[in-house]
């Protein structure tokens, strides 16, 4: 009979019937087919009731197409025992590792009476029924009850304490009491009846909490152990576990520990070498209860001993009372100390750029390593690589070389192709082989039917469209493929006045790089016969690859620049060929400011087009430093379409600190462009995915740079942009005056929300330290006029400055702190987090010697009262004499 037939017929008592009547067997492959939500209740019969084993029918019941609920455990159960199957069990097992299918496997265990699979996602599945039986009456049965008779409970309880991360799944509440904490309450009272075993659970929460996990996955356990409340003589048992929390365990953990430890009997030289950790953590609370325990000892030099180490802390109400306790130590006073200056390593040289891809192999790598993140792969290598060997590879529409190569273009010259023969038929194809197969059908094919171009997208600078063109060129597709790529290039390439000026939210300096990638794109696949004019990509006839043996801007460095005397070895390469327009104007971009008189004569006598670009370039000194002016940008009111919600509009910041940038007189139309305008707006959010190209564009003008990524950094402070600031050490490796937008970006930087984006702003902080182009006053300013504004929040930057300080630049923080104090100090209220700034300061001035003026210290410091603020103000005001 065909029971495929019956089930598609949706016939159950047919199916059942023949399945009873020991049918033949069906084959896994028979099930190869989609079943609707009718069909799956027959096939999941017709798979264990026909199939041979365990294994076969667990790999049918995993589909997705096969739903597995609790409704199907009964006509299970029934044909698989009038079948005589003996493997329900195992089959059970086989299941068990989603929580989706856990009613069905956990009725077929209950039904089998079989011990339960211990995964993690059967752990999962067994709290989530726990918290929300699937059978309605059980609801209303205490969970305290139910727990009682449930057959999985010895097994799977000890895996709560096993699984990380599993906390977070024990704090729900009873929908029916509101019992909160449900669960870890009826476990308490489990063990107070003799129901589960005290000592067990205990010492599973004990191990959970020693083992360590997410701060919010055991603050469950730490509910739990106060739910079983231990007794004295449980926690002195165990005061070796307690011990251990109390010295490296998360705070709130610590603090428990403690508590229990209060109350019982610990031997003294266990308190006193666990307090010699204790007494230097940042929690205040902890270290003044465990001073309070120490002072209670009897006195004696070991416990005098331990109590001064908390003479050092950070804190100075602990400093004090550790001095009051000790009696011996000396009053507080400002160290002398022998003026000193930052101690950082010097920077390293970076690192130059790697060798040109020299093969297809090689490509197909370097393509597979972009396409997995475009954002941060190896696109200028890439391009190099796809342009240089487009010169010895058929290209659709590029003229093909007949010479044969000089001897001087067989030698090896940076930016030089070795060869520029014709092609045999295996190399015409080994170009499109190295691109089209991860590129045609895992990227371009998916943003051709999503219509992902990157136009009035979420995402304004998407450069998607544009490296597909690059790639599609690349992978040699159909004449009419072409044609509807060149259509899409069309929509990135339209300009206005000029080809540089943005669209939007898209700064001129993100146009280059998609212009770059639409010319390149164009003329691999049209050889310059069909001029894309609007764009500037006009060239003479045969303007194609063959010949152009690499691009002239592919960096030498692995901050971007070009090293001036490779560029005109390219240049020379490239004989009487013209440039590419935006290549030659990229490559430009990346020398190093400054007139080279020695070599632009060397480049003028070359004699072509590309060496009189250069030798002008050379003697004119280059692109010119723009200037920048701070302006400070407000919200624009909410119009209708601009937002989807009033809330997202009142979440974004009502004002910015930005930077306007203007060109100097005199320069030329494509730099002037480049360099004029106010980049971005309140609402402007950049992100790293495309932004982490931009310093390698001006690998000498990190300025420029930072005042268009200066929206993307703010971000990351008032709008908890993720990975905001993580462009800023790419822009501290960079070189060129950093005018007023890159303190502004590394003070935005500092007081980011997320704890990856204040890293990234440190490492900037000590490069621009190390190599001497920090303005720590610049920086200062912006950070304490922002926070007394309530842009910034001072807890944010307190923690990375402490750690520059630490990490060996005292004297920066402390020219830091001396500009931002005066902005925070005079506002009418001084900002949350002041007075531990204050602290800061007095321990980098203590340690550096360096005297600073602090306008408004003094002030601060004669106001009436001891609150914290008056206090440290007038430790600073003494140790900055």
């Given at each position: 009979?065909n029971?495929?037939?019956?089930?598609?017929?949706?016939q159950?008592d047919a199916?059942v019937e023949a399945?009873?009547a020991a049918?033949?067997?069906?084959?896994?492959?028979q099930?190869?087919?989609?079943?609707?939500?009718?069909?799956?209740?027959?096939?999941v019969?017709?798979?264990?009731?026909?199939?041979?084993?365990?294994?076969k029918t667990?790999q049918?019941?995993r589909?997705?197409?096969?739903?597995?609920d609790?409704?199907?455990?009964?006509?299970v159960?029934t044909?698989?025992?009038?079948?005589?199957?003996?493997?329900l069990t195992d089959?059970?097992?086989?299941l068990g590792?989603s929580?989706?299918r856990?009613?069905?496997?956990?009725g077929?265990?209950?039904?089998?009476?079989a011990?339960p699979p211990t995964?993690?996602?059967?752990?999962?599945?067994?709290l989530?029924?726990?918290?929300?039986?699937?059978?309605p009456?059980q609801?209303?049965?205490?969970?305290?009850?139910?727990?009682?008779t449930d057959p999985?409970?010895?097994?799977l309880?000890?895996r709560i304490f096993?699984?990380d991360?599993?906390?977070?799944?024990?704090?729900?509440e009873?929908?029916?009491?509101g019992i909160?904490?449900v669960?870890?309450?009826a476990?308490a009272?489990l063990?107070?009846?003799?129901?589960?075993d005290?000592?067990?659970v205990l010492?599973g929460?004990?191990?959970?909490l020693?083992r360590?996990?997410?701060?919010?996955?055991l603050r469950?356990?730490v509910v739990?152990?106060?739910?079983?409340?231990?007794?004295r003589?449980?926690?002195?048992?165990?005061?070796?576990d307690y011990?251990r929390?109390?010295t490296?365990?998360?705070?709130?953990?610590?603090?428990?520990?403690?508590?229990?430890?209060?109350?019982?009997?610990?031997e003294?030289?266990a308190l006193?070498?666990?307090?010699r950790v204790v007494?230097?953590?940042?929690?205040k609370?902890?270290?003044?209860?465990?001073?309070?325990?120490?002072g209670?000892?009897?006195?004696?030099?070991?416990v005098?001993e331990?109590?001064?180490?908390?003479?050092d802390?950070p804190a100075?109400?602990?400093r004090d009372?550790?001095r009051a306790?000790?009696?011996?130590l000396?009053?507080?006073?400002v160290?002398?100390?022998?003026?000193r200056g930052d101690?950082?390593?010097a920077p390293?040289?970076?690192?130059d750029?790697?060798p040109p891809?020299?093969?297809?192999?090689?490509?197909?790598?370097e393509v597979?390593?972009?396409?997995?993140?475009?954002s941060?792969g190896?696109l200028?290598?890439?391009l190099d690589?796809?342009?240089?060997?487009?010169?010895t590879?058929?290209?659709?529409?590029?003229a093909?070389?007949?010479s044969?190569p000089?001897?001087?273009?067989?030698?090896?010259?940076?930016?030089?192709?070795?060869?520029?023969?014709?092609p045999?038929a295996?190399?015409?194809?080994s170009l499109?082989?190295?691109?089209q197969?991860?590129?045609?059908a895992?990227?371009l094919?998916?943003?051709?039917?999503?219509?992902?171009f990157?136009?009035?997208g979420w995402?304004a600078?998407?450069?998607?469209?544009?490296i597909?063109?690059v790639?599609?060129a690349?992978?040699a597709?159909?004449?009419?493929a072409r044609?509807?790529w060149l259509?899409?290039?069309?929509e990135i390439?339209?300009?206005?006045e000029h080809p540089?000026?943005?669209r939007?939210?898209?700064?001129?300096?993100?146009?280059?790089?998609a212009?770059?990638?639409?010319?390149?794109?164009?003329?691999l696949?049209?050889?310059?016969?069909?001029p894309l004019?609007?764009?500037?990509l006009?060239?003479p006839?045969g303007?194609g690859?063959?010949g152009?043996h690499g691009?002239?801007?592919?960096?030498?460095s692995?901050t971007g620049?070009?090293?001036?005397t490779?560029?005109?070895e390219?240049v020379?390469?490239l004989?009487d060929?013209?440039?590419?327009?935006w290549d030659?104007?990229?490559a430009f971009?990346?020398?190093?400011?400054?007139i080279?008189e020695?070599?632009?004569?060397?480049?003028?006598?070359?004699?072509?087009?590309?060496g009189d670009a250069l030798?002008?370039?050379?003697?004119?000194?280059?692109?010119?430093?723009?200037?920048?002016?701070?302006?400070l940008?407000?919200r624009r009111p909410?119009?209708?379409g601009?937002f989807?919600?009033?809330?997202?509009?009142e979440?974004l910041p009502?004002?910015r600190?930005?930077?306007?940038?203007t060109?100097?007189?005199?320069?030329d139309?494509?730099?002037?462009?480049?360099?004029?305008?106010?980049?971005?707006?309140?609402?402007?959010?950049?992100h790293?995915?495309?932004?982490?190209?931009w310093p390698?564009?001006?690998p000498?003008?990190?300025?420029?740079?930072?005042?268009?990524?200066?929206?993307?950094v703010?971000?990351?402070?008032d709008s908890?942009?993720r990975d905001?600031?993580?462009?800023?050490?790419?822009?501290a490796?960079?070189a060129g005056?950093g005018?007023?937008?890159l303190p502004t970006a590394v003070?935005y930087?500092l007081?980011?929300?997320?704890?990856?984006d204040?890293v990234?702003?440190?490492d900037?902080?000590?490069?621009?330290?190390?190599a001497?182009?920090l303005?720590?006053a610049a920086v200062?300013s912006?950070?304490?006029?922002?926070a007394?504004?309530?842009a910034?929040?001072?807890s944010?930057?307190?923690?990375?400055?402490?750690d520059a300080?630490a990490a060996g630049?005292p004297l920066?923080?402390w020219?830091v702190?001396?500009?931002?104090l005066?902005s925070?100090?005079q506002a009418?209220?001084?900002p949350r987090?002041?007075?531990d700034?204050?602290?800061?300061?007095?321990?980098?001035?203590t340690t550096?010697?360096?005297?600073?003026d602090?306008?408004?210290?003094a002030?601060?410091?004669?106001?009436?009262?001891?609150g914290?603020l008056v206090t440290?103000?007038r430790?600073l005001a003494?140790?900055?004499?």
């Open positions: 009979m029971f495929l037939k019956l089930i598609d017929g949706g159950t199916v399945v009873l049918s033949p067997t069906l084959t896994r492959e099930f190869d087919r989609w079943w609707n939500s009718g069909e799956a209740p027959l096939a019969l017709a798979a264990v009731g026909l199939l041979p084993t365990a294994a667990a049918v019941l589909r997705r197409d096969i739903a597995l609790a409704a199907a455990v009964g006509p159960v044909v698989a025992r009038a079948r005589g199957i003996p493997w089959l059970a097992h086989r590792d929580a989706e856990w009613d069905f496997v956990a077929l265990l209950h039904a089998e009476n011990a995964s993690e996602a059967f752990v999962q599945g067994w989530w029924e726990l918290d929300f039986p699937h059978i009456r609801r209303s049965v205490p969970l305290v009850d139910r727990l009682r999985f409970l010895p097994a309880l000890p096993e699984i991360g599993l906390g977070t799944r024990l704090l729900f009873s929908r029916r009491s909160k904490h669960l870890l309450d476990l009272q063990c107070a009846d003799g129901t589960l005290r000592a067990t010492d929460t004990l191990d959970r020693v360590g996990d997410r701060p919010g996955a469950a356990f739990l152990h106060d739910h079983l409340a231990p007794t003589e449980e926690v002195t048992a165990r005061a070796g011990l929390l109390l490296d365990a998360p705070g709130n953990v610590a603090a428990m520990a403690q508590k229990a430890l209060l109350g019982a009997d610990v003294e030289f006193l070498d666990a307090s007494l230097t953590r940042p929690e609370t902890l270290v003044k209860k465990q001073l309070t325990w120490l209670k000892l009897a006195r004696s030099p070991e005098a331990v109590i001064a180490v908390a003479a802390h100075p109400e602990i009372r550790a306790l000790t009696g011996a000396p009053a507080p006073a160290a002398v100390v022998t003026a101690d950082l390593p390293t040289r970076p690192a750029a790697p891809i020299s093969d297809v192999d090689e490509l197909r790598e597979a390593l972009l396409l997995r993140d475009l941060a190896p200028e290598r890439v690589g796809i342009v240089r060997l487009s010169a590879t058929s290209v659709p529409g590029a093909r070389s007949t044969v000089s001897a001087a273009q067989s030698t090896s010259v940076p930016g030089a192709a070795r060869s520029t023969s014709v045999s295996a190399q015409s194809t499109a082989g190295a691109v197969p991860t590129f045609l895992g990227v094919l998916p943003m051709l039917e999503t219509g992902n990157g136009r009035d995402d600078l998407c450069l998607c469209p544009a597909g063109g790639l599609w690349a992978a597709p159909s004449a009419g044609a509807t259509g899409k290039l069309g390439l339209r300009a206005h540089l000026q943005g939007g939210s898209v700064p001129p300096l993100h146009r280059l790089l212009l770059r990638l639409a010319e390149i794109s164009a003329l696949t049209y050889g310059g016969s069909r004019d609007r764009a500037g006009t060239l006839a303007g690859p063959v152009y691009l002239l801007a592919t960096p030498t692995s620049a070009i090293d001036a490779a560029l005109y390219r020379a390469a004989g060929r013209a440039p590419w327009r030659l104007f990229q971009l990346r020398i190093a400011p400054g080279d020695p070599l632009a004569t060397r480049a003028a006598a070359l004699g072509t087009p590309a030798a002008a370039r050379l003697r004119a000194g280059g692109l010119p430093q723009p200037v920048q002016e701070e302006v940008v407000e909410n119009k209708t601009r989807w919600q009033d809330e997202a509009w979440r009502p004002w600190l930005l930077t306007r940038t060109a100097p007189p005199g320069t139309p494509d730099s002037e462009v480049l360099l004029t305008g106010i980049v971005g707006t309140v609402e402007t959010s950049y790293r995915s495309w932004t982490s190209y390698a564009l001006l000498h003008h990190r300025g420029l740079i930072a005042a268009a990524a200066l929206p993307q703010a971000s990351a402070a908890d942009l905001g600031a993580a462009i800023l050490p790419l822009l490796e960079c005056d005018g007023v937008a003070a930087g007081a980011a929300r997320h704890p990856q204040r990234a702003a440190l900037a902080f000590l490069t621009l330290a190390a001497g182009t303005d720590p200062g912006s950070l304490g006029r922002l007394a504004r309530d910034l929040k001072p944010r930057f307190l923690e990375p400055l402490r300080a630049a920066s923080v020219r702190l001396a500009a931002a005066p925070m100090l009418p209220k001084p987090g002041t007075p700034l204050l602290t800061l300061a007095t321990e980098t001035a550096t010697g360096v005297r600073l602090v306008d408004g210290l002030a601060a410091a004669a106001r009436p009262g001891g914290r440290e103000a430790r003494g140790a900055n004499t």
